[in-house]
């Protein structure tokens, strides 16, 4: 009986006098002695991009201050504030539901829930750059309570991301005996983080030698730079005796601020043939280069039929 006249004293307090909550010292506080806070798990391992999508543990806890008989049934809104744009983030469930049995003994009565922030980072995340992720849990207004909120904070660190393109200017090079030339290839860092790129040759035909370029250093968009892509030239010579056959590249590439952290390997073919200097693809046939694989049995078969021509002329003449 004694908490409804309390309850029936403040009420009729407050209907007459509207300001009384501000010069009744204690007042307020009857009305709202609730609590609510947040606390997320730190995510232990780095987020890679594109990759899996993360679940990081996150605790809500309600409580408030009991003055009479009563289960609270309180709802807990929960919501991403504050995350980096390359975050896609996801809380499960939404809100959290506390039913809190209490009796009359003005102490501080606890409930906890828990949820799961769900986590995957973009293309767009930069390497090893770490960044803050903010959930924030909103209790709603119960009866006599008012609402109170908390904010928790995690730090999640996107991992590197190697995505690199190599392309040779030709598939196919055409060369001369004791000939040389610089073939060019174009190299992209489409990674999120700059890389340093290693060049060298995993095998080539007899009588083909190949030098490769020097290691460059791409930077990365990500992360702001704008040099992320460089041309290279390898350096295809040939002997007096060499053979048709393929030459394969190999590109290596690793993460620019630590090379422990490997990135791609990349291999490209490339087909050396005996030709001319322009690169188009040639034959040799009785000592003479005739362009062209059709062209070749054509001027073949127009160089034999003269030389029959040539001899039977001689018979005769002889006869």
Do not use: C
Not at 61 to 87: G, I, K
Not at 191 to 211: C, I, L, M
Not at 286 to 300: E, Y
Request: a negative charge; glycine letters at 10%.
């Amino acid at each position: 009986m004694r908490w409804e006249l309390l309850l029936a004293v403040v009420f009729v307090g407050l209907a007459v006098f509207p300001g009384a909550t501000a010069q009744v010292p204690g007042l307020v506080d009857l009305l709202d002695q609730t609590t609510t806070t947040v606390s997320i798990s730190p995510l232990a391992q780095p987020v890679k991009p594109l990759g899996p999508i993360y679940a990081i543990p996150v605790e809500v806890t309600y409580s408030f201050e009991s003055v009479m008989p009563e289960t609270s049934s309180t709802q807990v809104d929960l919501s991403v504030r504050n995350s980096p744009p390359w975050a896609i983030t996801t809380l499960s469930p939404s809100s959290v539901f506390f039913n809190i049995g209490v009796v009359p003994s003005l102490h501080w009565e606890v409930g906890h829930a828990q949820a799961v922030l769900l986590v995957s980072a973009t293309a767009d995340a930069p390497a090893f750059m770490p960044s803050q992720i903010e959930v924030t849990a909103e209790a709603r207004p119960n009866g006599f309570y008012l609402p109170s909120s908390g904010r928790a904070q995690t730090v999640v660190t996107p991992d590197f991301f190697p995505l690199t393109d190599a392309r040779l200017e030709s598939q196919r090079l055409g060369l001369g005996p004791s000939h040389a030339r610089d073939l060019l290839m174009n190299v992209t860092n489409f990674g999120n983080g700059a890389v340093r790129v290693h060049f060298d040759v995993e095998s080539a035909p007899e009588g083909v030698s190949v030098t490769p370029p020097g290691p460059v250093m791409l930077e990365s968009r990500q992360w702001g730079g704008v040099a992320n892509g460089a041309r290279v030239a390898w350096r295809v010579a040939t002997t007096s005796g060499f053979r048709d056959g393929d030459v394969v590249f190999r590109v290596h590439t690793a993460y620019a601020l630590d090379p422990a952290v490997a990135g791609e390997f990349l291999k490209l073919v490339l087909r050396v043939e005996h030709g001319d200097d322009s690169g188009d693809a040639r034959v040799q046939m009785l000592g003479l280069d005739v362009q062209g694989t059709t062209g070749s049995a054509l001027a073949s078969g127009t160089m034999l039929a003269a030389v029959a021509v040539g001899i039977l002329h001689w018979r005769r003449r002889g006869g």
